[in-house]
């Protein structure tokens, strides 16, 4: 690889773009890689604003698979991303996922199930008896059951971005704070990046984290993603009546989904299909009072009295071909790497993205084989199916 400039330059220093530069320097100590993110305070970063939470509850192989491969990350980062005497706590909370079903969807989720267990996960299917047994606010006369992940859980989003940033940094990787304008691009190949302040710098390969800007980096250098922004927003409640202990993220078929947050809190969103494009970043509470609290309150009538404490607003990079990453080398440009288009999933991926990525760039073999989310399938309008659960 080239050694003028950089071999990695890596656009966006989110979760994506540090575990990505981390596995890179992890695995060659010589490689020059540079990350450039223009907001190192990441008030806009769709990895702060996440609610990190990761499941094995996908219906796509690969995307379980990715799971697996994070929680078992997630249970040694403390210690692995350690550098020096700085130890970070990431707050790794393993309290659950349950999928609700009703009629319309129990045979897909029964499917998913079948898949997770033969992958070895620990999944199960509860009835609505045992669901209102472990959960006795919740109303389930509508249900048919639902699948119950123990393993699934959620942890500090910010912790994690800052265990591969410290690590990644501490093996070599340079962080530049600056925006990208432009990659450049020499033929069918890329050649680096130009930067707002008039700087230049070369490399044979870039790679794409630029999350909801995805699109936006990627048209520079004539590439067009089907990648958009989305503004998702989240609400955290003070219910006047408290549950005894944890409810674990608990989604609705609807959509919808809760979970008890700490301070005795509730954390609530659901995916809207009219959710605007772009970025904005603005937060009311209309959509919480005419949608979300009344479908609440049926499913917990316990939660028809409550203070809406505050809430924020994100974006998911949404893929509009299929909901899925889109991982690998753009192949109508040479060195140009992609992990893009995570459509609010991406948080739980960045391990075992930032693993694959690497091992595709410095072309070693592949821990877990990721092609099936390679960027062949945008060119040629070829979606890649994730039933019912993205
Ligand atoms: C409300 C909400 C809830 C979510 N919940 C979950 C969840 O429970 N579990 C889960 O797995 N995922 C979840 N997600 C999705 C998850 O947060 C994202 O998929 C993931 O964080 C994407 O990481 P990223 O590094 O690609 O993007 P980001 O974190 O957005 O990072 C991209 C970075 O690129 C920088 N950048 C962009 N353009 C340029 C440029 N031209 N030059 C320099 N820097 C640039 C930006 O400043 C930004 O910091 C959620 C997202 C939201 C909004």
Redo the contacts with the bound molecule.
Sequence with gaps: MARDGFDVII???????CSTAFYLANSDSGLKVAV????PT?E???????????RVQFSLKENIQISQYTFEVLERFENEMAVDEDKLSISYRREGNLFLTDDGGRQAALKALNLQKSLGCLVEWWTPEKIKQAYPLYEVKDLKGGTFGPQDG?FD?YGVLMGYKAKARSLGTQFIT????AVKTAGNRVAGVALADGGYLTAAVVVN?????AS??AQTAGVKLPVQPVK?Q?FVLDTKVKPEGVLPLTILPSGLYFRTETGGLILV?KSLYDDPVGFDFSWDDKRFREILWPELAEFVPAFDTLRLARGWA????VNTLDGNAILGEWPELKGFYL??G?S???????PAVGRYLSELILDRSLSLDLSVFGPERVLENRPLSEEGLV
């Excluded at 656009?11 to 773009?17: D, E, L, P, Q, W």
């Excluded at 450039?36 to 907001?39: A, K, N, T, V, Y």
């Excluded at 994100?314 to 990079?317: H, M």
């Design positions: 656009v966006g220093g989110g979760v994506m773009g450039i993110e223009r907001d990441y806009r970063a769709s990895t702060t604003l996440s609610l990190a939470n990761a959620y989003a600056d925006e990208v304008v984290c630029a999350g909801a800007w936006q980096v998702r989240v969103g994100g974006l998911y990079a992990a893009n995570f609010g999933h991406g948080l739980q991926q960045a």
